[in-house]
């Protein structure tokens, strides 16, 4: 455990020590290349003085809401999808044409839909939470064995009991794996919709104001912070999901 910790901080202390030699060789103007000492003072000041905790906030709030919409429309129409072969041949071939779609080419619509306000940001969100749940769920219905079906069917199971007694805890594995990606994607889509859409609190709107303002290290302090809770996001996803495996002993 120990060890590989420390393989994974080797990459970011090697790219701090470059970049303070960076700094210190003047190779950079320290407009466009602000040392680390700076960024950490800008740091400091953001969090005494500034509005972090408003915008940590406001990014999180929106990653979860996006999240539970998207991932619960997405469950949905997976269930659906991997239940039904009427559903899957009529809804399946559309769903497949949708993803083919980037997710921020529906920006323009979105926005024209919903406006760039927060219902536009969580729409996006949650546009981007829906397909890998989409996805996972599909597949881990359609892969539950055939036996456990028929079982099923010899104890003259309803729908209701089939889903609940055979369908979730076979799909389960898959779906944890659906949230997994779901939560990524959320918070990929919270930091888009910040960045394209109207300008409110967020660390995406940072990001846009260190960019208008010329405030280097704001924008790095921005990135750092995205990049520290999406790595956040998927320790915590991916505990989730081992914990999930573990318990269908998977």
Known sequence: MRRSLLLGLTTPVVLLAAWQLACSAHLAPP????????????????????????????????????????????LFLGLLLGLSRIAERTIGPT????????????????????GGGETGKVAFVALGAFAPMVVNTWRAVRAIPASLRELAAVLTFGRLDTLRLVTLPGALPGIATGLRSALIYAWLGTVGAELFLDIAPGL????NEGRDQFQVDLMVVALALLALLGLAFSQIAASAEQRVLRWTGR
């Open 31 to 74: 407009h466009l290349l602000p040392s680390p000492a700076d960024v950490l003072a800008r740091f400091q000041s953001e969090v005494t003085g500034g509005t972090f905790w408003q915008d940590v906030s406001a990014s999180l709030s929106r990653a979860l809401t996006g999240f539970v919409l998207g991932s619960a429309a997405g």
């Open 95 to 114: 769903f497949v044409a949708y993803r083919q779609v980037a997710l921020f080419a529906w920006v323009p619509l979105l926005s024209t839909w919903f």
């Open 204 to 207: 995406g709107g940072r990001l």
